[in-house]
């Protein structure tokens, strides 16, 4: 059973920067595929960043490309979403997941973990 637990959400002006993190415990994560997906209030989850298990590639949703980057230290089981730029839009509950195969998916039904999520507040 894997365990991922966010940190590093909170509030923050328009154009500004905040970083995610999501450590994993209960697995071997270095096995997994990481990834990011978003819930806005009254809406469905999204599919926001993933990164495989080797880390060898990236892959973004349309609406973050350029302005989030997913990245992972296998060595301290933690993968980091970094988010530049922030739009209103952006205001979401960002959640860890993971999946094996170790490959990524960009349908969050296909993530089999999942983190309890932390707030992304941004403000005009």
């Known amino acids: 059973q894997v365990q991922l637990v966010e940190s590093g959400g909170g509030s923050v002006q328009a154009g500004g920067p905040l970083r995610l993190s999501c450590a994993a415990s209960?697995?071997?994560?270095?096995?997994?595929?990481m990834g990011w997906v978003r819930q806005a209030p009254g809406k469905d989850r999204d599919f926001v960043a993933c990164?495989?298990?080797?880390?060898?590639?990236?892959y973004y949703a349309d609406s973050v490309k350029g302005r989030f980057t997913i990245s992972r230290d296998n060595n301290k089981n933690t993968v980091y979403l970094q988010m530049n730029s922030l739009k209103p839009e952006d205001t979401a509950v960002y959640y860890c997941?993971?999946?094996?195969?170790?490959?990524?998916?960009?349908?969050?039904?296909?993530?089999?973990?999942w983190g309890q999520g932390t707030q992304v507040t941004v403000s005009p």
């Open positions: 997941t993971s999946r094996r195969p170790g490959y990524c998916r960009d349908s969050y039904g296909q993530y089999d973990y």
């Open positions: 209960g697995g071997t994560f270095s096995s997994y595929a």
């Open positions: 990164i495989p298990y080797s880390g060898s590639t990236t």
